[in-house]
Structure formats: structure tokens, C-alpha cells
């Protein structure tokens, strides 16, 4: 798992979230679940979580998206190229979006194949 790291990107549809001189700060979950153990007591393949912390690193310089999922999305296809998972969980969230709130934001869940 991938635990609170933080980038920014521009992202967000309000006409105040489009200034391209103040991206969003963002917060990002990841969990790739895969077998422990493979054939015959054999351990299980390992995950190299660097592909998926890189994609986020890259944010920055992306050019604006509206909308989380997008961004979430992209993260859940990228965790599914990696044959071994075969479920993942992602989240990103806004943490300076509302003063009452921690953060607001976007989580999925998606098994392979459904």
C-alpha cells in the first residue's frame, strides 16, 4: 500500500480550482491486493509500487483535469498492469477544498475481470 502522498495537480471543475498558478494540493491512498503465496507454498509475487508513485509524482505537469475520477481511474488501470493484482482500492482527495471537512474526494474499488 501507498499511505498519504501528497502532489498536487490541476484539477477540479469550479472556476476558482482552473488558475493555473495555484494547482490543488492532493492526498493519495493506494492498496493492490495479490496472492501471498503462489504455487506449492512458493511465495507469492511481490508488487513494485514505484509505477504507481511515479504516475503520481507526474501530476504536476499534467495538464488540468476536471474531475478526481479521472485521476483515480488512471491509477486503477495502472495498478492492473501490474499482472499479480488482482483487486485494488484508490483514493484521492482534496484536503483545502472545505474548512468544516478534512477533505473531500474520490475512492474506488475495483476486483479484475469485474
Given at each position: 500500500m501507498l499511505r498519504g502522498v501528497r502532489t498536487e495537480a490541476h484539477v477540479?471543475?469550479?472556476?476558482?480550482e482552473r488558475h493555473a498558478e495555484r494547482p490543488a494540493r492532493l492526498i493519495v491512498d493506494v492498496d493492490m491486493l495479490a496472492p501471498t503465496e503462489g504455487p506449492a507454498g512458493v511465495a507469492g509475487p511481490l508488487?513494485?509500487?514505484d509505477i504507481v508513485r511515479d504516475a503520481v509524482r507526474a501530476?504536476?505537469?499534467?495538464p488540468h483535469t476536471d474531475l478526481l475520477e479521472t485521476l483515480a481511474e488512471e491509477l486503477?488501470?495502472?495498478?492492473?498492469?501490474i499482472p499479480?493484482?488482482?483487486?485494488c482500492r484508490v483514493s484521492v482527495q482534496k484536503p483545502d477544498i472545505?474548512?468544516?471537512a478534512d477533505a473531500a474526494g474520490i475512492e474506488l474499488f475495483r476486483v479484475r475481470g469485474g
Open positions: 477540479g471543475r469550479h472556476a476558482w508488487i513494485d509500487y501530476w504536476p505537469g499534467r486503477v488501470a495502472l495498478c492492473f498492469s499479480a493484482v488482482q483487486a472545505f474548512n468544516e
